[in-house]
Nanobody
Framework: QVRLVESGGGLVQPGGSLSLSCVVSGHTFRSYAVGWFRQAPGKEREFVSSISWSGHVTHYADSVKGRFTISRDNAKDTVNLQMNNLKPVDTAVYYC??????????????????WGQGTQVTVAS
């Protein structure tokens, strides 16, 4: 059974940093892409970032470019999202998701086959 577990969320002041991790277990995939999404109260889930299996192809939402960095360690089945210069608008539940086929529409929730339970990120003073 495929399982994704996010960690690293919490409360941080504006301008601060957090590092989220997503550990993927129970899979038999030869390769998979991973995406990070977030959902604020009353809003739809939105794309944040994604990374290919090789790690060579990454994508970011315009709102986080230059502040967030995605990376992965395939030996540990772990994907990290380093978030710097956080803003109150970044407050949301952050979810990681696995795309077994990496078909290209990395920004769409429909692309992803498995999801984690989410971790809360709150940016406030």
């Amino acid at each position: 059974q495929v399982r994704l577990v996010e960690s690293g969320g919490g409360l941080v002041q504006p301008g601060g940093s957090l590092s989220l991790s997503c550990v993927v277990s129970g899979h038999t995939f030869r390769s998979y892409a991973v995406g990070w999404f977030r959902q604020a109260p009353g809003k739809e889930r939105e794309f944040v970032s994604s990374i290919s299996w090789s790690g060579h192809v990454t994508h970011y939402a315009d709102s986080v470019k230059g502040r967030f960095t995605i990376s992965r360690d395939n030996a540990k089945d772990t994907v990290n999202l380093q978030m710097n210069n956080l803003k109150p608008v970044d407050t949301a539940v952050y979810y990681c998701a696995v795309d077994e086929w990496d078909s290209g529409t990395y920004y769409s929730t429909l692309e992803y086959d498995y999801w984690g339970q989410g971790t809360q990120v709150t940016v406030a003073s």
